[in-house]
């Protein structure tokens, strides 16, 4: 494998702050992937899952303190606190380096360190991006082999010799007091130390992906976004591609895998976590998936929730933090209504009814999109996929409709800056509470987030059509505390009303924060859904609007300058078109 010097040459700094026993460049073969997990079988980092129900399929369990992303413990290093933001948590680079580097040297003494070059996007597409990290975790090697194109293919794709992402990983203790996940946009580097857990790990994914390529992605004039992808069949065979933005275990995976109850309409899947968009030559807003696999939770992921889901994790998979089946298979809440006998939970202690969950709430399966009966035979198109529609959705018990449109594209950036969400089990912290997340980018965004307010606004005005912009919530309660919408597949309802606008068909209804469905205008087709749940589904409320406008205005305030003029504006228009 050719790798340019000043590859080698971070490789041979990263190796001696390290001091790894050995250094092994990954190659990305399917060898170097059954050589991985049969050491870790041997080591006990994998448990074998039954060859006959789950083949290929192994168990991770991760240290009980390292189950999800660690928000409070990241980081954007950026030389002015300003560029970083007041939504992120910042530190001086050369504090960070010299903070983790207290924790790193010396961390894979008597280790091999795993020189992973890995290419995010399609192979032959001018949008994907190379990185190339280093890890003592073969755990880590294996996921990325997964999740990202391993090998001299990253290689390939260089377009000069220092164009490539830098990642350093290290397990360190494992412990919350010396785990740090830096970001340092400038240099176009990651240093994560003491987690093995998921997007604080494997980083290729939320520290590449999104924190780093956010920050790229607006010097080059494009966009590194948290949302799925999809194409929406029609019975006539048309597609119309969608993005959408929505927050960590908030029903992506299940949107982008939905398997409509409306006959003859259909979902394909291109993404289910991150899209990076570009304008075109021709003006048109295209996506790519940078991502090679699917890192999705496990939880209430069933044949009902997600049939494809639930199909494309029967082999080759690895579970992290899942409960187990006497006979080896992988268990999760909501995966079967009654839980089997005699669980192990996500810790391997002997499980009872009643003890709290059996596999851990963050469980996840890591898989090749390849697996998933709905990928789209055009997810790996070196051009992307036309994007047609914008869609920001959140998880709101109250106040948000479930589907609005908005204005134009404004309005609609408007809405994304101003979303919130109750928070889940994807972060450390406390589950169910409010929290601002402006197009689901809060813990993703490696930049001020104001000026990436003002990036959307910029990007809007290259794109010759602009994708029509919506808003969901397929969360909303009613006063007893039950879901006034069904979710899952009928979400495709929904979809097929936004193709329709796209269109220009479906009819719509204006109200102060945009347009909502028209009285039939959603297909409803059987289901049994009571007029009155759907008025309360799609209601929006003056007095409520009113108290979440001062939120979000307290919200603004504090980007002063950096919040672009129009998305102020569009708060006022929002309160004179509400008359408050
Ligand atoms: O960041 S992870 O990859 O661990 C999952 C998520 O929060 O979306
Ligand atoms: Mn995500």
């Not at 990305?28 to 083949?55: A, F, H």
């Not at 890192?295 to 494809?308: I, L, M, Q, R, Y």
């Not at 959705?393 to 589907?403: E, K, M």
């Not at 397929?474 to 929904?494: I, K, S, T």
Request: proline share 8%; hydrophobic share 40%.
């Amino acid at each position: 494998m050719t790798t340019s010097s000043v590859a080698e040459k971070w490789v041979d700094e990263a190796a001696a702050l390290t001091q790894p026993a050995r250094v092994i460049w990954c190659d990305g073969s399917k060898g170097e992937y059954d050589g991985l997990v049969e050491t870790m079988l041997r080591d006990g980092t994998l448990l074998p899952l039954n060859p006959r129900t789950n083949p290929n399929s192994y168990l991770h369990r991760s240290h009980p303190q390292d189950v999800a992303r660690t928000e409070q413990l990241t980081f954007i290093c950026t030389g002015e606190r300003e560029d970083a933001g007041p939504t992120n948590n910042w530190m001086a680079p050369a504090d960070a380096k010299a903070r983790a580097g207290e924790y790193l040297r010396g961390g894979m003494w008597g280790r091999t360190m795993y020189v992973i070059p890995y290419l995010m996007g399609p192979a032959g597409s001018t949008m994907s991006r190379v990185g190339i990290m280093v890890t003592d975790s073969a755990y880590v090697v294996a996921s990325m082999h997964l999740m990202t194109r391993v090998g001299p293919v990253a290689l390939q794709h260089m377009r000069s010799d220092d164009d490539f992402v830098a990642g350093l990983h290290s397990l360190g203790d494992l412990s919350p007091d010396r785990r740090l996940i830096l970001q340092f946009p400038e240099e176009r580097l990651i240093w994560s130390v003491g987690s093995g857990y998921g997007g604080n790990a494997l980083l290729g994914k939320k520290c590449h992906a999104l924190r780093i390529a956010s920050a790229q992605a607006r010097q080059e004039g494009w966009l590194a976004e948290h949302m799925l992808i999809i194409g929406v069949e029609d019975p006539d065979g048309r597609v119309t591609y969608l993005a959408a933005a929505m927050p960590s275990a908030s029903g992506k995976t299940n949107l982008a895998m939905a398997v409509s109850t409306l006959p003859g309409w259909r979902v394909w899947t291109v993404g289910d976590d991150i899209a990076w968009m570009h304008v075109d030559a021709a003006g048109q807003l295209r996506a790519i998936n940078p991502e090679r696999g699917f890192f999705g939770v496990a939880p209430n992921t069933s044949p009902k929730t997600n049939p494809n889901g639930t199909a494309m994790v029967r082999s080759d998979t690895i579970f992290t933090n899942v409960a187990l089946t006497p006979s080896g298979e992988p268990w999760w809440e909501g995966l079967t209504p009654q839980p089997p006998a005699e669980l192990q939970d996500w810790q391997g202690r002997p499980w009872q009814p009643g003890q709290g969950p059996a596999a851990h709430p963050n469980s996840r399966f890591t898989v090749l999109a390849q697996q998933c009966p709905s990928i789209s035979p055009n997810w790996e198109d070196p051009l992307g996929v036309p994007i047609s529609g914008l869609i920001f959705g959140s998880r709101r018990s109250q106040v948000i409709p479930l589907v609005f449109e908005a204005f134009d594209w404004t309005h609609g950036v408007f809405l994304g800056s101003a979303m919130s969400t109750e928070t889940t089990a994807a972060i450390t912290g406390k589950v169910g509470v409010v929290r601002r997340d402006p197009m689901a980018m809060l813990p993703f965004c490696g930049y001020n987030m104001g000026d990436y307010f003002g990036h959307w606004l910029a990007t809007g005005a290259r794109v010759a059509r602009p994708p029509r912009i919506f808003r969901v919530n397929w969360f909303r309660r009613d006063a007893d505390g039950g879901f006034l919408w069904p979710g899952y597949g009928d979400n495709v309802r929904v979809l097929k009303w936004m193709v329709e606008r796209i269109r220009g068909a479906g009819r719509a209804e204006e109200t102060p924060v945009g347009y909502v469905p028209a009285s039939g205008a959603l297909d409803l087709g059987g289901l049994d859904l009571p007029a009155p749940r759907l008025r309360e589904a799609l209601r929006c409320d003056a007095r409520e609007w009113g108290l979440a406008l001062d939120d979000l205005e307290e919200f603004y305030r504090q980007f002063g300058s950096r919040l672009p003029p129009q998305i102020d504006e569009k708060l006022a228009e929002t309160r004179r078109r509400f008359g408050i």
